[in-house]
C-alpha cells in the first residue's frame, strides 16, 4: 500500500542564501596553529631533534610554539587575515553550491538562469565606471544582484520539484479511491472500517496538499517572471540611469518578495512533512486480516 506523493527532493532544497557558519566563533589558536610557515617550523625543529640525536630541539620549539600562539592568535592583523580566510572559503563554498544547484535543473531552466544572468552582467558592467564615491552603492548593488540570483536559482528547483510531483500525482484518481472506500464502509467488518476511515482522512489531506502545490506552483512561476521583468528593466534602466542608489533600492524590494516567496515554498514543503505519523498509525495496525481489505487498498501513488 502506498500514500506516497511526498515533494520530491524535499531534502535538497536549499535554504537562504544566510550562512550559519559566518555566525560561529572563530579559534585563532587553531588558526595560528594551522599556518603553512608554523608547520614548516616544527619539521625542522623535528628534523634537527633527529639530527642531534637529542630531545633539546623538540623542548625549545614546545616553548617557541606556545609563546607563538599566544601572540599570534591575539594579534588583530591575524584575525582580520583569518576573518577573510574564512569569509572567502564560504564564498567559494555557496559559488559550488550555486554551480550545482544549477547544474540538477532541466535544460530549459538552466537555459533561463544563463539568460538572467548575462542581464546581471550587464548592469555590473554599465555601472562599473562611475565614480569612486558611488562605488559603496555599485557594491551593495552588486551584493544585491548575486542574491537574486541564488533566490531565483532556489525558486526555478522549487518550480521543477513541483512540476515533477505535479506530474507524478492524479488528484481524481486519489478523489475516486475516497469514493471507493467511502461506498463499501457500511459492508466492512468493524476493524476493516476503522482501518479505511484513517485511510480517507490521509488520502482527504493528500488531495488538500495537491491542490497547496498546485497554488504554490503558481506563486513560484509569477515570483521567477517578475525577477525576470525586473532586472530587465533595471539593465535598461541602467543605460540612461547614473544613480547606483536607486537601483540598490529597487533590487532590495525585489530580493525582500524573492525571500516572501521561498518561505512559502518552505511552508508547502513542511506540510509535507507532516503525512508521516498518520502514515505510520495505519501500517503499525498489523492486527487486521490483509487478505480482507486487498480490493481497498490498491496502490495509489502513480
Same mark, same amino acid.
Not at 100 to 107: E, K, N, Y
Not at 146 to 173: C, E, P, V
Not at 273 to 291: A, C, K, N, R, V
Given at each position: 500500500m502506498s500514500y506516497g506523493g511526498g515533494f520530491p527532493g524535499q531534502s535538497g532544497f536549499p535554504k537562504g542564501s544566510g550562512s550559519d557558519s559566518g555566525q560561529k566563533e572563530i579559534n585563532f589558536i587553531k588558526e595560528a596553529f594551522k599556518v603553512q610557515y608554523n608547520w614548516i617550523a616544527l619539521a625542522g625543529m623535528g628534523a634537527?631533534?633527529?639530527?642531534?640525536?637529542?630531545?633539546?630541539?623538540?623542548?625549545?620549539?614546545?616553548?617557541?610554539?606556545?609563546?607563538?600562539?599566544?601572540?599570534?592568535?591575539?594579534?588583530?592583523?591575524?584575525?582580520?587575515?583569518?576573518?577573510?580566510?574564512?569569509?572567502? *572559503?564560504?564564498?567559494?563554498?555557496?559559488?559550488?553550491?550555486?554551480?550545482?544547484?544549477?547544474?540538477?535543473?532541466?535544460?530549459?531552466?538552466?537555459g533561463r538562469y544563463t539568460n538572467l544572468a548575462s542581464v546581471c552582467s550587464s548592469i555590473r558592467n554599465n555601472y562599473s565606471q562611475l565614480s569612486a564615491t558611488s562605488q559603496?552603492?555599485?557594491?551593495?548593488?552588486?551584493?544585491?544582484?548575486?542574491?537574486?540570483?541564488?533566490?531565483?536559482?532556489?525558486?526555478?528547483?522549487?518550480?521543477?520539484?513541483?512540476?515533477?510531483?505535479?506530474?507524478?500525482?492524479?488528484?481524481?484518481?486519489?478523489?475516486?479511491?475516497?469514493?471507493?472506500?467511502?461506498?463499501?464502509?457500511?459492508?466492512d467488518p468493524p476493524k476493516v472500517q476503522e482501518i479505511n476511515k484513517r485511510r480517507i482522512e490521509i488520502l482527504t489531506k493528500r488531495v488538500e496538499k495537491y491542490q497547496k502545490i498546485v497554488e504554490n506552483r503558481q506563486v513560484v512561476d509569477a515570483q521567477c517572471s517578475a525577477v525576470e521583468d525586473v532586472l530587465q528593466l533595471v539593465r535598461d534602466q541602467s543605460i540612461t540611469m547614473r544613480d547606483p542608489q536607486q537601483v540598490s533600492d529597487q533590487l532590495a524590494n525585489l530580493v525582500h518578495?524573492?525571500?516572501?516567496?521561498?518561505?512559502?515554498?518552505?511552508?508547502?514543503?513542511?506540510?509535507?512533512?507532516?503525512?508521516?505519523?498518520?502514515? *505510520?498509525?495505519?501500517?503499525?495496525?498489523?492486527?487486521?486480516?490483509?487478505?480482507?481489505?486487498?480490493?481497498q487498498r490498491s496502490k495509489i501513488g502513480n
Open positions: 634537527l631533534a633527529l639530527v642531534s640525536a637529542s630531545a633539546l630541539p623538540l623542548i625549545v620549539a614546545g616553548g617557541l610554539e606556545l609563546m607563538y600562539l599566544a601572540t599570534v592568535s591575539q594579534n588583530s592583523r591575524f584575525q582580520r587575515l583569518v576573518r577573510s580566510w574564512k569569509l572567502s *572559503e564560504e564564498q567559494k563554498a555557496k559559488e559550488r553550491s550555486l554551480r550545482d544547484l544549477v547544474r540538477s535543473l532541466p535544460a530549459d531552466m538552466q559603496i552603492f555599485v557594491q551593495q548593488m552588486d551584493s544585491r544582484l548575486q542574491g537574486l540570483m541564488n533566490g531565483y536559482a532556489r525558486l526555478l528547483l522549487a518550480a521543477w520539484q513541483q512540476r515533477q510531483y505535479l506530474k507524478t500525482s492524479d488528484a481524481d484518481a486519489i478523489k475516486k479511491e475516497i469514493a471507493q472506500l467511502q461506498q463499501h464502509m457500511n459492508n518578495d524573492v525571500e516572501q516567496t521561498e518561505q512559502t515554498v518552505q511552508q508547502v514543503e513542511a506540510i509535507f512533512s507532516s503525512l508521516t505519523p498518520d502514515m *505510520e498509525g495505519i501500517l503499525q495496525s498489523g492486527d487486521f486480516d490483509t487478505t480482507s481489505t486487498s480490493p
